[in-house]
């Protein structure tokens, strides 16, 4: 895994104990055909880098929405996301798009691995989108496989294997390109219990061990003991949760 990324137009990110991401004053709504439907007025939070920020309530209460706007694939009607001095407001969506494939890992509750590639292609993927892809990626990317239990599926598809080791295999996608936020959305939503339990440990460990900053959406309350905070999302505001 690569620090830096000299080839890259992103804006520099630096790893440290400080603020991180900041939504200052957001706003948003969505407008449909008859109705306008506000999921935040004014929200205001601050993420450290490093924390493990766990983000619960209701469907339908913004948790999606809040990722995206902090991923920079959605902006705020008003107020706005800062990742560091980055201001997705102020940025092309080109340079959205460059910035979030540089800095921010995803992790799915469909696990979205893409069915045509390899198990390998799929874990090297984001390095092949921001250019960076060097042979010694490949010996790097068999390592965690074996790490993962997987050195045997290096050339499998997606669909020969189970829910559990596709999630495994996303959550070293979300991790290798050596991003500053992972955000991962109901990682365990189509997991058993035992699955899901394990695929958390896993990115416990990843991103405790690579010093990232992880925002997990999820409704298993298993992960309150590992998380440094839970916040609810509740009528478009975030409150430490009970
Ligand atoms: P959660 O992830 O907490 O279940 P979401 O952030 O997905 O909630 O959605 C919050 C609300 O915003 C929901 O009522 C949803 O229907 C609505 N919503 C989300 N995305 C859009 C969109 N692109 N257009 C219109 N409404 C949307
Ligand atoms: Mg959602």
Redesign the pocket.
């Known amino acids: 895994m690569n620090e830096t990324n000299s080839n890259s137009t992103a804006p520099h990110v630096t790893s440290s104990k400080q603020p991180l991401i900041q939504l200052s004053h957001v706003s948003k709504s969505?407008?449909?055909a008859d109705r306008k439907?506000v999921?935040f007025n004014d929200l205001n939070e601050t993420i450290h880098s490093g924390e493990f920020i766990v983000l619960m309530?209701?469907?339908?209460?913004?948790?999606?929405?809040?990722?995206?706007l902090i991923s920079g694939i959605?902006l705020p009607d008003s107020g706005s996301v800062f990742i560091e001095s980055n201001n997705f407001s102020q940025l092309t969506e080109e340079d959205r798009t460059i910035f979030r494939r540089h800095h921010i890992g995803f992790v799915f509750q469909a696990f979205n691995l893409i069915p045509t590639l390899t198990v390998e292609e799929n874990l090297l993927l984001p390095l092949e989108l921001i250019g960076d892809l060097t042979p010694g990626d490949y010996k790097n990317a068999e390592e965690l496989l074996d790490w993962l239990g997987l050195a045997d599926r290096t050339e499998s598809y997606p669909d020969q294997l189970s829910g559990g080791e596709q999630q495994r295999i996303a959550v070293a996608r979300a991790i290798i390109h050596n991003p500053m936020i992972i955000l991962a959305?109901?990682p365990t939503g189509n997991l058993d219990l035992e699955t899901g339990k394990e695929v958390i440990g896993l990115l416990d460990q990843l991103v405790r061990e690579t010093h990232k900053t992880l925002v997990m959406?999820t409704h298993s309350r298993e992960v309150i003991g590992i998380a440094d905070r839970v916040l609810e999302?509740h009528d478009g505001m975030l409150t430490p949760a009970q």
């Open positions: 969505y407008q449909d439907q999921i309530g209701r469907s339908g209460s913004g948790k999606s929405t809040l990722l995206n959605d959305d109901e959406v999302m």
